[in-house]
């Protein structure tokens, strides 16, 4: 397994504040400036207040959102999972209610702000939004990988029988063999079964090998 | 011209563990008060109310409580970062300045501190490339269990491990403690190209110690084989290690005594003429000398004690100073300092091996220096399939 790494140094990153108060701009401008990052501001009564999937950089971006706006602008969110905003959200806390909290965090903040801000406290605040963010995309990464090896699990039943019926062994060497060779060709066994088990059908349909092709799950 | 009083804080130990070095910064930081009460144009009179927490760090909140209840709006003070990391809650609040005077590791810019001393990219960085072009990549490290401790290791470790290097091993021990058998033992078994020592005080110089002799039992000659490097070893505690193990330690400052400019010399004849008993001027003497001159512009040029003005009228300030020109960075409060290299000499002062050009900008978050993403040992980097 990789070694999870950390991100702990925010400069070059840009901070997008979201907030109708300027005041908390100029308190955040000094200080996020001090940690590297720079750092503009949107009002929601701007004509563009909207964040669109353009105005954000995953790589670059945070969002800081003020929980004591009166509407929210939608934050994007990742194409390939919606539960996931497309860069880290900083919540802003003025108001300490649960239902406040509860907003801020289904608009993706995985780190709170509390107002007025502290200087002492918004690194952590970034430390925790931006490497909270990256673990909760890459576990939803792993779970889709998994829920899609799930899918494929008849496969792995239908090629073991197959190995079984043409080897004349049991299902553990069966499996073992296809264990095997996945490995060999560098996919995971479920991929290999599903190659196998569609191997097998197009040759029985065309009565010869077919033009499949193993391609890595990569 | 008229002269306006102003009573200041100095918050030094001048007992206990790590008193010595303390000492040596109340010494800075008076002599710096008597050079601006004698300068006609200072415009400032600074009356010293000094307090020592002996080291301990539950006393430190309580003496520079006693100091703010007094009206004292001004403290230059304290020596480890838990000290400070407990004081400046009260300063923040009472809306105070404290001047701190010291090494640290950095990832700090409180808006009521300045900071005369050095961020990690003063001290580290010049080190790490000194050790790795002299001696090599693989480090131990030994350091008080505190944050100064931890942080170094942190950042010593990532930048070793950029350049292939290793920490072969990591150990920490409570302030105060001076048992080294076990770590001593552990040196010798994983066999380092250098030791980086991240201890203070008392803890420090039994080390030093304890090692020298136990490489002597073993025919070994400590000063090339296991140099030990420090980013906090300075004259005074050199004098603490004692003659038979003081030279040839590595330790990575913006100041030593044996600087040769005449300012430096001049400062130094000053120091001892005023302290004959000791202990020696150290860089943390000199930082605390810096604060007191720092904070005496501040207040002559804002007029008031009040902080916001004497933070304002700083920002941008410079001095030349015993080390060389010295300016407080307005974006961070930090100082443009000139880190050096010394090596340790037996008549307790250091040769200085290596000098940067000119002041470096403070970094106290890295920024500029670390790359974003934490560094890990290389390992086998397997994928399950």
Request: proline share 6%; hydrophobic share 40%; with cysteine.
């Amino acid at each position: 397994m990789a070694v999870p790494r950390y991100i702990q140094n925010f400069s070059r990153r840009h901070a997008i504040l979201v907030s109708d108060d300027r005041r908390v701009g100029a308190a955040l401008s000094p200080i996020l400036t001090r940690l590297g990052l720079t750092m503009s501001q949107r009002e929601t009564t701007e004509t563009d207040g909207e964040l669109a999937p353009i105005d954000l950089d995953p790589a670059s971006d945070v969002l800081i959102l003020d929980g004591d706006l009166p509407r929210m602008p939608p934050v994007p969110r990742l194409a390939t999972n919606d539960l996931i905003p497309l860069a880290p959200v900083v919540g802003l806390v003025g108001v300490e209610a649960p239902s406040r909290l509860k907003t801020l965090m289904q608009f993706g903040a995985t780190a709170f702000l509390s107002k007025p801000i502290h200087g002492g406290s918004v690194y952590s605040a970034l430390y925790l939004a931006v490497n909270e963010h990256a673990r909760k995309a890459n576990m939803m990464d792993a779970l889709e990988a998994h829920e899609q090896r799930r899918r494929l699990r008849r496969f792995v039943i239908k090629a073991v029988l197959k190995v079984m019926k043409e080897r004349g062994c049991n299902d553990d060497a069966a499996f073992a063999y296809l264990r095997n060779q996945s490995m060999h060709a560098r996919v995971s066994v479920e991929t290999y079964c599903q190659f196998v088990v569609q191997r097998s059908a197009a040759s029985d349909e065309c009565g010869s090998d077919s033009s499949l092709k193993l391609r890595s799950a990569e | 011209m008229t002269k306006t009083s102003y009573p200041i804080g100095i918050l030094f130990s001048t007992t206990g563990s790590y008193g010595t070095v303390g000492r040596t910064m109340l010494h800075g930081a008076l002599m710096a008060c008597r050079e601006v009460n004698e300068d006609p144009g200072s415009g400032v009179i600074l009356e010293p109310t000094i307090a020592d927490p002996a080291s301990q760090l539950v006393d430190y909140a309580d003496k520079a409580k006693a100091m703010l209840d007094q009206g004292i709006r001004h403290v230059v003070g304290c020596y480890t970062s838990s000290s400070r990391k407990e004081v400046i809650p009260l300063f923040e609040k009472r809306d105070a300045l404290l001047w701190y005077p010291t090494h640290y590791e950095g990832f700090e810019s409180s808006a009521n501190v300045v900071y005369t001393g050095t961020a990690p990219n003063h001290h580290m960085a010049p080190m790490i490339d000194h050790l790795v072009s002299n001696y090599g990549r693989r480090a131990f490290c030994v350091g008080s269990n505190y944050i100064w401790g931890w942080e170094s290791n942190r950042v010593l470790r990532e930048d070793l491990t950029q350049r292939g290097g290793q920490v072969l091993s990591e150990r920490f021990l409570p302030v105060g403690d001076t048992d080294f058998s076990a770590i001593i033992e552990a040196i010798f078994e994983t066999r380092p190209d250098f030791v980086f020592n991240a201890l203070i005080g008392v803890s420090s110089y039994a080390f030093f110690r304890q090692f020298r002799a136990a490489c002597e039992e073993r025919g070994i000659d400590q000063k090339t084989r296991f140099p030990v490097a420090s980013c906090n070893l300075s004259e005074p505690e050199l004098h603490e290690i004692g003659a038979e193990a003081v030279d040839g330690h590595i330790s990575s400052s913006v100041y030593f005594a044996s600087i040769d400019t005449p300012m430096n010399r001049a400062f130094v004849e000053t120091y001892n003429a005023s302290y004959p008993e000791g202990p020696a001027v150290s860089a943390e003497a000199e930082s605390a000398y810096l604060a007191v001159r720092f904070l005496a512009l501040g207040l002559k040029k804002a007029g008031t004690e009040e902080a916001r003005a004497v933070l304002a009228a700083t920002r941008g300030q410079s001095i030349d100073a015993p080390q060389g020109r010295v300016t407080i960075d307005p974006e961070t409060m930090h100082s443009f300092l000139t880190p050096r290299i010394g090596r340790s000499r037996k008549d307790f002062q250091f040769d200085i091996l290596v000098e940067a050009a000119c002041p470096v900008r403070p970094d106290p978050y890295l920024v500029r220096a670390a790359p974003s993403l934490e560094t890990v040992s290389r390992r086998p980097q397997l994928r399950v399939i």
